[in-house]
């Protein structure tokens, strides 16, 4: 089993920034990628932006040139650094990875997901 603890969320005015961390735990052999989704109040949980551990990225549309996604594999942990933030930003996070354990079974991770609402 594999814990996610994401923090960092918050209240933040259009333009603001804020940094999203969550750190992987436990049953851990190879993180193969972390990323983040988000899902806003009525809709679909939509990709964010994600990270391989070859060193790829990817991004959604809408955040890309604001948000930069980032890992530290010594911590097993991930970021996303959100700039610009704009009020549709306004969503829960979740921390999502896909991991490696040690009997070499792969597994798909969700954390508990973490408020951000950026106000106008």
């Known amino acids: 089993q594999v814990q996610l603890v994401e923090s960092g969320g918050g209240l933040v005015q259009a333009g603001g920034s804020l940094r999203l961390s969550c750190a992987a735990s436990?049953?851990?052999?190879?993180?193969?990628?972390m990323g983040w989704y988000r899902q806003a109040p009525g809709k679909q949980r939509e990709l964010v932006a994600t990270s391989t551990s070859s060193g790829s990225t990817n991004y959604a549309d809408s955040v890309k040139g604001r948000f930069t996604i980032s890992r530290d594999n010594a911590k097993n942990t991930v970021y996303l650094q959100m700039n610009s933030l704009k009020p549709e930003d306004t969503a829960v996070y979740y921390c999502?990875?896909?991991?490696?354990?040690?009997?070499?079974?792969?597994?798909?991770?969700w954390g508990q997901g973490t408020q951000v609402t950026v106000s106008s």
């Open positions: 436990g049953n851990i052999f190879r993180i193969n990628a």
């Open positions: 999502n990875a896909d991991v490696t354990g040690w009997s070499l079974s792969v597994y798909d991770y």
